[in-house]
């Protein structure tokens, strides 16, 4: 025999009735269940609100994406893309790090060198000298004295190649840790993965 949907509210009620305790109790239960997921998603939804608040008013960010991929297929067309983007005021490619050290002297003491795939940014400056063309490189003032090169001037051995340092750099705000490297300008030709995009 089909139980019809009025007949199981009375069953229900009838059921309810004879289990009275245990009917308070579930329907205690329930309410406060139901209290609490209200509660709490309303807090859930100021809060997330407040983040978003706090994000926008935040202002300037900088954005740093490390690729693992030896061969992650960011072309120069790409950083071009990035860099014309609304909202964006510069991108900043680098290669992968690797060591480099001085051709004259200090032949033992190894500095980081990254391959700078793009314009240097404003938060960069010459101090001395000019810009890296093709195969050149430019030190910190923290990388020449490490290098010990009296000017920013000289040659530096990177596996098995000679580089020519032709200028010292700075960096300011939130690229001031780029001083820690020796920037070089890739060779025409030469392929380079782009490891870190700012």
Same mark, same amino acid.
Not at 17 to 41: E, G, K
Not at 119 to 127: A, K, Q, S
Not at 183 to 197: C, D, F, M, V
């Given at each position: ?30 309410? +406060?269940?139901? *209290?609490?997921?209200? #509660?709490?998603?309303? /807090?859930?939804?100021? %809060?997330?609100?407040? &983040? =978003? ?43 992968? +790090?690797?060591? *480099?050290?001085?051709? #004259?002297?200090?032949? /033992?003491?190894?500095? %980081?060198?990254?391959? &700078? =795939? ?46 020519? *340092? ?33």
């Amino acid at each position: 025999m089909a139980l019809t949907a009025r007949k199981a509210v009375i069953e229900a009620a009838k059921s309810s009735l004879a289990h009275r305790a245990t009917s308070f109790v579930l329907l205690l239960v329930t309410l +406060a269940m139901t *209290v609490t997921v209200f #509660l709490t998603a309303g /807090r859930a939804a100021a %809060a997330e609100a407040q &983040i =978003l608040a706090s994000v926008d008013n935040a202002g300037p960010r900088l954005i740093s994406v490390n690729i693992a991929d030896p061969s992650p297929g960011v072309d120069q067309a790409g950083l071009d893309r990035l860099a014309s983007m609304d909202g964006i005021e510069w991108v900043l490619g680098l290669g992968a +790090a690797r060591d *480099v050290r001085s051709g #004259l002297g200090g032949q /033992r003491i190894n500095v %980081a060198a990254r391959e &700078i =795939l793009t314009p240097l940014p404003d938060l960069v400056t010459m101090d001395l000298g000019r810009e890296p063309r093709g195969g050149e490189a430019i030190v910190s003032a923290k990388t020449q004295k490490r290098l010990q090169l009296v000017e920013p001037a000289g040659w530096l051995v990177d596996d098995g190649q000679q580089r020519a *340092v032709v200028g010292r750099f700075s960096s300011s705000g939130v690229i001031a840790d780029l001083e820690r490297l020796v920037l070089i300008a890739p060779s025409a030709g030469e392929e380079s993965p782009h490891a870190t995009l700012i």
